[in-house]
């Protein structure tokens, strides 16, 4: 009788992506069950078929548990990050107004965190947008942005609208980080920047027929 390899891979362990059912969050997911890693997804509601696509992903019949948990609700965060080796970090609340986003999004970082700690979890990758750091007027024009700049907190406050660009490129960022034990800190993942205007004029070449700002 002939011998065959069989070609199981080994898991990587169980880690907990909070805002699975996002953009970014989906890819990350995605990501990970590719790797077979065991992955918890924090969402709203479990049973919404929103969620329906996050249940299609290759092994994730196996290999994906949906859990309901709000960031703003420390115990059902918690028991989400619970028996977690590794945490991503990627969902922020939504607030009505923009003015209410800052609070929120620092409350239900810092729960996850302390949730984190709590659950001795090994490693935990937070996600934050490029407005943390691009949005600082007193920073010179002539030195480049790095790790160590970081946004006005009162200017942030001022602002009317925000713009979150999100890619595959950054879920793959994500995951690099997580299995690379020496990385540590803050990083900047960013290869070029993106002005407004220039996703206004890509999106009239491919939508013509839409009513696009002047300025």
């Known amino acids: 009788m002939p011998a065959f390899k069989m070609g199981f891979q080994k898991l990587q362990g169980t880690v907990c992506v909070t805002g699975a059912g996002g953009f970014l969050g989906s890819w990350v997911v ?3 069950l ?8 924090t969402v709203r509601d479990p049973l919404d078929e929103k969620y329906a696509h996050l249940n299609q992903l290759p092994n994730a019949s196996s290999n994906l548990k949906l859990v309901k948990a709000d960031l703003l609700d420390y115990p059902s965060l ?3 990050i619970q028996g977690c080796s590794g945490v991503f970090h990627v969902a922020s609340p939504l607030p009505s107004s923009p003015v209410d986003l800052i609070e929120p999004a620092v409350t239900g970082t810092l729960n996850v965190l302390k949730a984190c700690l709590e659950a001795k979890v090994e490693r935990v990758v937070v996600v934050s947008s490029g407005a943390a750091l691009m949005m600082n007027p007193s920073w010179p024009d002539t030195r480049a942005m790095d790790e160590s700049c970081w946004s006005d907190v009162e200017h942030c406050r001022a602002i009317e609208v925000w713009l979150l660009l999100l890619s595959y490129d950054v879920a793959e960022a994500l995951v690099l980080v997580y299995e690379k034990p020496e990385a540590q800190g803050r990083y900047i993942c960013t ?3 993106v002005h407004v205007k220039d996703i206004v004029d890509i999106l009239k070449d491919e939508y013509p027929s839409y009513n696009y700002p002047k300025k």
């Open 30 to 32: 995605h990501l990970l």
């Open 34 to 41: 590719s790797k077979n890693y065991l992955v918890r997804g």
């Open 78 to 80: 918690f028991s989400a």
């Open 191 to 193: 290869s070029h920047s």
